[in-house]
């Protein structure tokens, strides 16, 4: 005879929430009973290693799912560890876990709504989802304890509580018979659950087998009906064995590229497989990739970053980013913890102190992998490198506890030779003389090459870095110096060769604007400039061209001020220090100018000109399009004629 019982009070809430509140995610009830049952079965299975007496211990261990589309019902069967009378009340009936009353209190008061996962994570009370879908469910179980009787609970979820009653079942182990909702029909369909099973628990321990009942208009018995879906479900639908839960010893290239390729859809094979496990501190399994290109592919259904995570093979979060630092995300793959519970969140696992354990664990393999790469294949590397240069160097500013082992990764191009050079290779071919280490910032490689501010250093043959990254602009300020060797941008204020490099050869003919000529013009270009520039002088270093752009100390170059633009951070324009060249030709010939005439038309425009060359060469100049009219206007002032009739 059945006996009424009355849900706990939270269960009551939660069922409240459940039922008529969340209308997201609903296709982890299936997840959630699977968990369950793979439960169930892993603990019959302990149970029979060390006691005999174990009723159906026969019984094949696995899950049967059975669906009927035409009445939407769902049949869900384990020949697992089974439940007494005592424990399905136990079980199902009471949340044995504190502050599962000021959680659903908060939420009754109109705090933000939760989802599903965040429930279940929360209580570990994956049951319940089922009334997400579900408005009547029956589980119906036989313990493994040779004198327990099989018992029945039956519930709709609603106030009247749940029944309980005898129950005949000859096996082993629990069914879940769900009658779906209305609004819940789309999971009484064969294909819609094996694609969640698929996607959520395609790694269970044990067999998932799916059939479904036959159609009624078919005309077939009920013995038939059984037996069209024993017959359906001959094959199981999961794979069982992880990829990355078996020994790299027993995978080829071959299967760890189809994974990738499943994975992200990437038709490129991946750069590297990292394949790892652990047993201590932490055990887990990792099988993550790093991929050929930086750039996502189109096709690839994995459009955000993170890692798919996995608790004991079954899937909790599809894409995880606490797993790896930001400047790892790149890497695809997937991570299984025996340590972390099944019923965690994304929420929980944010908090949860072993993830931030296995986040620095795997991290350190990412890292350990790229500089066994470097190391064993420069070459590989270097096509690596010119992909993933940002990341490394984004990782090299923000994460101060790997910096030591990021540094050996960086690769810089160098106004000496076409290769890159490392900083430890810098650092151990400095100049006679030379303490600092040299870098030039421009938008590329070949704009690097062209600086003007790099004769000088070519003339004493030192060797400067080229930056022409974005990132560079927190790189060098982050890092200040490497084994005591400070940065130094070669468009530095105090900046001196003194003493550094070879002697520089003097020019023959070297033509010189006199002392009193020069600071004529200085004075005059500093009136005309005004406060486009914080002052002008003359160049100590200057070789090739007329003039240079010199940054004053304690201000941002302009790879900072670039940065903070993308940040929507108000930038104040640096007004910087003009240097000319006294012996450069058009320096003197603007020097004669002056002499001749200070009202000269082409002499302002000159000046104007020089300054605004000068910022497009370092790449600042904020409107580069203008220049166009304005090189015009020069021509046209230049070849005016005279009003001698000479030119």
């Given at each position: 005879m059945a006996e009424t019982h009355t849900f706990q009070a939270e269960i009551k809430q939660l069922l409240n929430i459940l039922v008529h509140s969340l209308y997201k995610d609903r296709e982890i009830f299936l997840r959630e009973i699977i968990s369950n049952a793979s439960d169930?079965?892993?603990?019959?299975?302990?149970?029979?290693?060390?006691?005999e007496d174990v009723f159906d211990r026969d019984a094949d261990l696995a899950i049967h799912i059975t669906v009927d589309e035409a009445n939407h019902t769902i049949l869900i069967?384990?020949?697992?560890?089974?439940?007494?009378?005592?424990?399905?009340?136990?079980?199902?009936?009471?949340i044995a876990r504190s502050g599962a009353r000021a959680f659903l209190d908060q939420v009754g008061q109109g705090?933000?709504?939760?989802?599903?996962?965040?429930i279940i994570g929360q209580f570990g009370v994956g049951f319940y989802s089922v009334f997400m879908v579900a408005d009547r469910v029956e589980v119906t179980s036989r313990s493994y304890r040779p004198d327990a009787e099989a018992v029945r609970w039956i519930s709709s979820g609603g106030d009247e509580g749940y029944e309980i009653e005898p129950a005949e079942k000859e096996h082993r182990g629990t069914d879940i018979l769900i009658r779906l909702r209305d609004d819940a029909a789309e999971f009484a369909s064969e294909w819609r659950l094996r694609d969640i099973i698929k996607r959520h628990s395609d790694y269970v321990n044990f067999p998932i087998y799916l059939g479904k009942v036959a159609a009624p208009d078919e005309e077939e018995t009920p013995d038939d009906q059984e037996e069209t879906a024993e017959e359906h479900a001959a094959e199981p639908v999961n794979q069982q064995t992880a990829l990355w839960r078996k020994s790299p010893d027993e995978i080829d290239q071959d299967a760890y590229n189809s994974f990738y390729s499943s994975l992200t859809l990437d038709f490129e094979p991946p750069r590297r497989v990292?394949?790892?496990?652990?047993?201590?501190?932490?055990?887990?399994?990792?099988?993550?990739?790093?991929?050929?290109?930086a750039e996502r592919s189109m096709f690839t259904p994995r459009k955000e970053p993170g890692l798919k995570l996995y608790a004991r093979k079954v899937l909790i979060d599809?894409?995880?980013?606490?797993?790896?630092?930001?400047?790892?995300?790149f890497v695809q793959g997937v991570v299984d913890s025996e340590d972390l519970p099944l019923n965690v969140s994304r929420e929980t696992v944010q908090d949860n102190p072993l993830v931030g354990k296995l986040k620095n664990v795997l991290a350190r393999n990412v890292i350990n992998d790229i500089k066994a790469l470097a190391e064993q294949s420069p070459e590989d590397y270097t096509a690596f490198w010119h992909e993933f240069r940002a990341f490394l160097k984004h990782g090299a500013v923000s994460d101060y506890a790997n910096r030591d082992r990021?540094?050996?990764?960086?690769?810089?191009?160098?106004?000496?030779?076409?290769?890159?050079?490392?900083?430890?290779?810098?650092?151990?071919?400095?100049?006679?003389?030379?303490?600092?280490?040299?870098y030039v910032v421009a938008d590329n490689e070949e704009a690097a090459a062209r600086s003007v501010h790099l004769d000088a250093f070519r003339a004493r043959g030192i060797n400067v870095l080229y930056l022409t990254d974005t990132i560079d602009g927190l790189l060098v300020p982050s890092l200040m110096n490497y084994k005591g060797h400070a940065f130094v941008a070669v468009d530095a204020d105090d900046l001196s060769l003194e003493g550094v490099g070879q002697t520089p050869e003097e020019a023959p003919d070297e033509e010189t604007v006199e002392a009193g000529e020069l600071d004529d013009l200085v004075s005059y270009i500093t009136g005309r400039l005004g406060e486009r520039v914080k002052s002008v002088r003359a160049s100590k270093l200057l070789a090739r061209g007329p003039v240079r752009l010199v940054t004053p100390a304690g201000t941002m170059d302009r790879h900072q001020e670039r940065l903070y633009r993308m940040l929507d951070k108000e930038v104040t324009d640096t007004a910087r220090i003009l240097e000319i060249n006294p012996h450069h030709p058009l320096i003197a010939n603007l020097a004669e100018r002056l002499h001749a005439d200070r009202s000269d038309p082409v002499l302002e425009r000159g000046v104007d000109m020089l300054y605004e060359l000068a910022m497009l060469a370092d790449g600042i100049h904020p409107n580069p399009g203008v220049l166009a009219s304005d090189l015009l206007d020069i021509l046209q002032l230049a070849t005016r004629p005279n009003t001698d009739g000479t030119n």
């Open positions: 169930a079965l892993n603990r019959v299975r302990f149970e029979m290693l060390t006691n069967s384990d020949t697992g560890i089974g439940m007494t009378a005592d424990e399905i009340v136990d079980g199902l009936g009471v705090e933000a709504a939760p989802t599903a996962t965040e990292i394949h790892t496990r652990a047993d201590a501190p932490l055990q887990f399994y990792a099988l993550l990739y790093i991929p050929h290109s599809e894409y995880n980013t606490d797993l790896l630092p930001e400047y790892l995300w990021l540094l050996p990764l960086l690769r810089f191009a160098s106004s000496q030779g076409e290769g890159l050079v490392t900083l430890d290779e810098y650092v151990e071919n400095l100049a006679e003389g030379q303490d600092a280490i040299y």
